[in-house]
């Protein structure tokens, strides 16, 4: 079993920044591809942004492309979503999700585990 804990959201200013993290209890976390993705009420989980196990290819939406910045470190099985220049439209819930592949997905459907969110808002 896989597990995913989500941290480090909160409450900050538009054109603030904040770090998630996303802790995987899994030894063999290197073989994991990861994704963050968000939702709002009412609307469906979107995604947001992705790495591939090695950390070698990210992908981003176009919507967070420039702001945001994923990464990962394996040596703490723990994957980072840094978010830059918050905007009041980022405010959500943020998951991570993880998938037993090398390569990245867009689709929540794609991930196989997820965790439980951590809530950001930004206050205009």
């Known amino acids: 079993q896989v597990q995913l804990v989500e941290s480090g959201g909160g409450l900050v200013q538009a054109g603030g920044s904040l770090r ?3 802790a995987v209890s899994r030894r063999t976390f290197s073989s994991y591809a990861v994704g963050w993705f968000r939702q709002t009420p ?5 995604f947001a942004a992705a790495i591939s196990w ?4 990210t992908y981003y939406a176009d919507s967070v492309k420039g702001r945001f910045a994923i990464s ?6 723990t994957v980072y979503l ?5 905007k009041p439209e980022d ?11 090398a ?3 867009r689709r929540t459907e794609d991930y196989a585990y997820w965790g439980q969110g951590t809530l950001v808002t930004v206050s205009s």
């Open 72 to 77: 990962r470190d394996n040596a703490k099985n």
């Open 54 to 57: 090695s950390g070698g290819s």
């Open 103 to 105: 390569s990245w997905g």
């Open 20 to 22: 998630l993290s996303c």
């Open 82 to 86: 840094q978010m830059n220049s918050l």
């Open 42 to 46: 009412g609307k469906e989980r979107e």
């Open 91 to 101: 405010t959500a819930v943020y998951y991570c999700a993880a998938r037993p592949s």
